[in-house]
């Protein structure tokens, strides 16, 4: 069974940084794609960032991340980090990762971690 796993998350002041790690582990054939979302409460949740496999497509950000934020993916640990830099209060969410990934039926199936929360506040 594939399973995505967050880790890294946590309290910081604000201009800090934090690191977000994403691990996939199960029977995976191939990753399509790689994503970073955020839900603050009271809000819907947003796309963050996202990191696509295949050559020629750059990765994608968030129009509130731009600049600061930036994602990496480790393909020979099924991995994805997201980096984030010169937090505010505004970046204060639970942070998820989901993966486009074909397991051992063959098939394509997309799957969410369970969450880390990032909380920015002096």
């Known amino acids: 069974q594939v399973q995505l796993v967050e880790s890294g998350g946590g309290s910081v002041q604000p201009g800090g940084s934090l690191r977000l790690s994403c691990a996939a582990s199960?029977?995976?054939?191939?990753?399509?794609?790689m994503r970073w979302y955020r839900q603050a409460p009271g809000k819907e949740r947003e796309l963050v960032a996202a990191?696509?496999?295949?050559?020629?497509?750059?990765?994608v950000y968030g129009d509130s991340v731009k600049g600061r934020f930036t994602i990496a993916r480790d393909s020979a640990k099924n991995t994805v980090n997201l980096q984030l830099n010169n937090l505010t209060p505004e970046d204060t969410a639970v942070y998820s990762c989901?993966?486009?990934?074909?397991?051992?039926?063959?098939?394509?199936?997309?799957?969410w971690g369970q969450g880390t929360q990032v909380t920015v506040s002096s």
């Open positions: 989901n993966a486009d990934i074909v397991g051992s039926e063959g098939w394509t199936s997309r799957y």
């Open positions: 199960g029977i995976i054939r191939s990753i399509n794609a």
């Open positions: 990191i696509p496999v295949w050559s020629g497509r750059t990765t």
